[in-house]
Structure formats: C-alpha cells, structure tokens
C-alpha cells in the first residue's frame, strides 16, 4: 500500500500563519519548444543538481559545457565499491524518502532500481546509548510524541517569525524538562546534530519545529522517509547523467572565478587545464554550494549583491560519517540492528550495506556539529585508529561482541573539510529559514541550482534534483 505523503517543512510553515516563500517548485514553461540552434548554456557544478541540469539541456537540443572543480564527478554524492567486497557504501547523500518523487523518477528513466529498506528482514531491534545507559527500542516515543504536538501549537501560537528569531536549542529548553541534561534532551540534541548537521544553538528553531509539527500534522502518514536507497549506489545515478551529457562536455578540474554580464549572454573566468581562460555562454547554471559560491567574483554578474551575500551566508551542516568494514554484521546475534542514536561520537548508526549480498558488512557513524567539525582525520581518507576504537567500544556495549569482526580499513568523510564542499549540506541558521534568497528565478542570465536552492527539499538529494530541472526549464524557456 503506497504511503501518504508527509507534510513538508515548507508546507508546515505556510500553514502556520499565510507566510508566502519562494517556490522552488514554480511552474516555468515547459521543455516542449525546441531550443534556438546554436544556443549554449554552462553549467558550473557536476553533482546531482548540475548533471540532471545537464542532461536536460542536452536533451533539448542546447550546447552545454559543464564546469567541474573536483577530479571526479558527483559532489556531495560519494560510493565506495571495495571497502567492503561485494557491496556499495555511501560516503555522502544515501537515502530517498518515498516522497521523493524526482529522484524516484529520475532513477527509473535510467532503468536504475532501488533498494526498498522497509521490506528488509532485519535481525534484531533498534538501541539508543543515551547517557550513559543503553535503552531499548520505542523509550523515546511517548516524549517524541508530545514533543511534536508542542510543535504544532508554537507553530500556530508564536509563527514562523518568531521562531525563525530563536535558535532550535532555545525552542527545546522550553519544550523539553530538564534540557540540555536529561536523557531525553541528549537524545534530542544528538537527533538534531545527525539530522541537519548543526548544533541546535546554531539552526533555526522554524526548521526544527515545522519538522516536528508536520510530523504531528502527518499522523500515521508520515512513514517512508529514509525508505529507499540506490541499488549498486548513487554512483550507478552520477554515471547515467555523464553519459546522458557526455563525457566531451564535461571539464574536470576547473574552477570558476568570476560571472560577468556579456551582452545578452554571460562570460565565465575559469582556472582549468591549461591555466585560465574565458568561455562565454548564452546562459549559466551555477550548482555550487554556498560556501563556494562567496568565492566568486559575482561583482558584474548581473546578480544584486544581497542575493550574492544571502547565498553565501546560508548555514552549513557539519556532517561527517566515519565507516567501518566487518567480517560479518556481528551485531546481528547479540539482537541490535545496527540502528540508533546516541550522545556519544558515535551519533546516528546503521548498517550500510544491509540487504547486500557482500562479504561482509559496515557500519556507519554519522555525527554533525561541533563533533563532525572535529571529527580526527582527512577530509576523506583513512579514519584515526583512536576514532575507531573508541566507537567500537561504544558498539560493544549495544551488542557485546560487535567490535570482534571488525576489519582494518575504517574511513572517514568529513564534508565540512571538503574543500570543494565545506558543508555537508544546507541548515538555516536563526533568522534564515523564513526569508531565503529567491533561487528559483534567474538573475539576467545567471541561475541557481544545488540543494541550498529548493525550499522544499533542501538538505536533500531530490532538492538537488528538483532544483537542476527547474534551472533547464527555466534556462529553455528564456533561450
């Protein structure tokens, strides 16, 4: 039975009071009318947002040149294929909600299939190490139930306004006895550092809140977020678009230096192969994220300064995931599933390659705030044998025995030290979430795409989806 759709943040904060935001999902014509011959779009970014954007524009006929900083293609997206033989881990973005309908869409054009969790046999249950005690599936409910329908009544009795004034930490020391100490508090605070990456002190209570509330508004309808993820990984999506724009079309290595209007069109300054160099185009599409973009020179784009200063101010979160292989999901036989939430470094887990015929198994810790800005190690790489002691210690004590079919070989992904990425991905800060910069529409010649730019599904990869096949579109229809 299909599930009914959860109600969005974007949806929650509307209904809380007339407020109007931007729509990412907007309608703008349609691809139907073939494209002026000889036109030619750049697109600077190749992850999801900039190669669906791509793979559109190519489709309708338009030149495209893609503009790609990094070695390699994807983004925030990243598959490991050996560290466990035989199975996909996910080093970035992983799950699609059954609500995300683009990427759904999207993967069954390219005749990619997911793997659907909930029809999963999983051995044993959930567990949450929580202050210091381990506690059994389901301890949370009750509180996680009256703490959505504290949500919906501040949505309605205080707005969207003034919530977007406080920071989520200060919502939940007035909705939660005995924050930040207890263990319901830890529990809450450790949710929102995994979740959106940041320290509660740091979001926007508006983003956490309406989270809450739709989940109270939703009812038994909220189920399917997390359910699906890509069989083979996103690589298997990441490759599809390539070659759907083609690999002459896309430039590895090179970054963009400054937009400036050119005529009609734009011309773009970029440091590449062979040094720099000046490419001009009718149109761009500009997918990086945030950080990156306050390190181009914007000055004669065409872009207003505030929208250039609103992008690049937009909160980032922290998440970094530190993996580890195993002989086999030895977790399995002491009844923990591998899924939970703790206060301690080892944040949220699950098994990463469940449902895999592999030989062996991995287990994924994901922390955000101020412990995924710290987290010891490369950006990407090899984890710190500390680090991976100390979380194994953690997992002995959710099911004895674990840490015994652990395998040498444990990596770490620390986005914010990407620096092609410097976040894991978008996180209002206080005073952000109700006024974003309109990123739906194009500034002269100049568009935005990236999870940053959809309202409605920031933070994940359907945002970056939904957000680079509006750019096409709306690209198209102005060609």
């Not at 109700?434 to 940053?452: I, K, M, N, S, T």
């Amino acid at each position: 039975m299909p599930h009914a759709p959860r109600i969005t943040r974007r949806q929650a904060i509307v209904a809380a009071g007339g407020v109007v935001l931007a729509a990412s999902s907007a309608a703008v014509p349609g691809i139907g009318a073939a494209a002026r011959a000889g036109s030619r779009v750049d697109v600077v970014g190749a992850g999801l947002a900039g190669l669906a954007c791509a793979a559109r524009l190519v489709a309708a006929g338009v030149d495209v040149r893609v503009w790609e900083a990094r070695d390699r293609l994807g983004g925030r997206t990243l598959t490991d294929l050996t560290l466990v033989p035989g199975a996909w881990v996910e080093c970035g973005g992983e799950f699609i909600d059954a609500e995300h309908s683009a990427m759904r869409r999207l993967c069954a054009a390219y005749g990619i299939g997911l793997q659907d969790l909930e029809s999963l046999d999983v051995p044993g249950a959930e567990r949450d190490l929580v202050g210091g005690r381990v506690r059994a599936a389901g301890w949370a409910d009750a509180p996680d139930a009256r703490l959505a329908v504290r949500a919906a009544r501040d949505m309605r009795r205080l707005g969207a306004a003034r919530l977007d004034r406080l920071s989520a930490g200060a919502w939940l020391a007035s909705a939660i006895p005995g924050w930040p100490g207890s263990a319901y508090a830890r529990y809450r605070a450790a949710l929102v550092r995994g979740e959106f990456g940041a320290e509660p002190s740091a979001l926007s209570a508006l983003w956490l809140v309406a989270d809450l509330a739709g989940d109270a508004d939703a009812g038994e309808n909220q189920d399917g977020a997390e359910r699906y993820r890509i069989e083979g990984g996103t690589t298997r999506l990441v490759s599809a678009l390539a070659k759907a724009v083609g690999a002459a079309r896309i430039t590895r290595g090179a970054r963009l230096v400054a937009v400036a209007r050119d005529g009609s069109g734009v011309s773009l300054t970029i440091d590449g192969p062979g040094g720099r160099r000046t490419e001009r185009a009718d149109r761009v599409v500009i997918t990086l994220p945030p950080p990156l973009v306050a390190r181009v020179d914007m000055r004669r784009s065409g872009v207003p300064r505030d929208v250039v200063s609103a992008i690049a101010r937009t909160g980032m979160g922290t998440n970094a995931k530190l993996i580890i292989p195993f002989s086999r999901p030895a977790w399995g036989t002491a009844g923990w599933n591998a899924d939970g939430t703790s206060d301690t470094v080892l944040g949220s887990t699950w098994d990463a390659t469940m449902g895999q015929a592999a030989s062996g198994a991995a287990l994924t810790t994901l922390v955000g705030g101020l412990m995924g800005s710290r987290i010891p190690g490369p950006d990407h790489g090899r984890a710190a044998e500390a680090s991976v002691a100390e979380r194994l210690a953690l997992a002995d004590r959710l099911a004895a025995g674990t840490s015994r079919a652990a395998r040498d070989g444990a990596v770490v992904h620390a986005w914010a030290r990407d620096p092609f990425a410097m976040g894991s991905y978008s996180a209002a800060r206080p005073g952000q979430a109700l006024d974003p910069p309109d990123l739906a529409r194009p500034y002269g010649a100049v568009h935005f795409a990236g999870e940053h730019a959809d309202d409605e599904f920031s933070g994940y990869m359907e945002g970056a989806v939904r957000s680079g096949e509006r750019a096409a579109r709306s690209a198209l229809a102005r060609l």
